[in-house]
């Protein structure tokens, strides 16, 4: 099956610095990435679609500056939290479209990265 | 805009039953998702069902959809420990939307 691999799984930096974030398509390619955030308790928060060859399409509250989305390739999307604050501590997950044989459009998650700013 | 509401906790006895309810709001929706959570992980696609089905089956796994009450559900059998985790139900084709995700307790 379809498998995207999200590095690093977890991330401790310290206020002020940057952070990048991989998501790779492992078996298929991907010409759409999304990129959410998990607060504890609480569901994901889309923050933007990553478009293969073009600009990201951020949603509505979150800064582009600050969570710059790169998507060089059809397997590589990359996401880096710029001079990072305590307040963008999360957990960060990415996902990517497999077409199925059915026809259906799901998404397959990578496993997450844990961002703690300290 | 869309909403997508699940309770956020269920507790179950091994071997039992677990029944995990879902409404949404968007009566466009094409396809409804469960997703799994195990903790630390990311989310894993457990199945889905598109709108024009009213029941999916997958081996211990029954996706119920109303579509005319905008309700879905997700009935596990014979509920095992390594069931335990999070179940996310989402909604949406072009653009998900995720409920808050019910986390299920298997008591041993």
């Known amino acids: 099956g379809a498998v995207v691999s999200q590095h690093p799984s977890r991330v401790i930096c310290k206020s002020g610095t940057s952070v990048k974030i991989e998501c790779r398509s492992l078996d298929f390619q991907a010409t759409t990435m999304f990129w959410y955030r998990q607060f504890p308790k609480k569901s994901l928060m889309l923050m933007a679609t990553?478009?293969?060859?073009?600009?990201?399409?951020?949603e509505q509250g979150v800064e582009k500056d600050k969570f710059l989305i790169n998507h060089a390739s059809l397997t590589l999307s990359t996401l880096t939290v710029t001079s990072a604050h305590p307040e963008d501590s999360s957990f960060y997950i990415c996902?990517?479209?497999?077409?199925?044989?059915?026809?259906?459009?799901?998404?397959?998650f990578g496993a997450g990265s844990r961002l703690t700013v300290l | 805009g869309e909403d997508v509401e699940q309770s956020l906790f269920l507790s179950v006895r091994e071997g039992d039953s677990s029944v995990i309810n879902c409404t949404y709001t968007?009566?466009?929706?094409?396809?409804l998702y469960w997703y799994k959570q195990e903790p630390g992980a990311g989310l894993q696609l457990l199945t889905y069902i598109f709108s024009n089905m009213d029941m999916k089956q997958d081996q211990r796994l029954t996706v119920l959809l109303n579509k005319k009450d905008k309700h879905l559900s997700l009935r596990i059998a014979d509920t095992q420990t390594g069931d335990s985790a999070i179940y996310f139900c989402a909604e949406g084709y072009q653009k998900v939307t995720f409920g808050i995700g019910t986390k299920l307790q298997v008591i041993p």
């Open positions: 996902s990517a479209r497999d077409r199925r044989s059915s026809g259906a459009n799901v998404l397959t």
């Open positions: 968007d009566s466009s929706s094409t396809y």
């Open positions: 990553s478009n293969e060859g073009s600009k990201a399409t951020y």
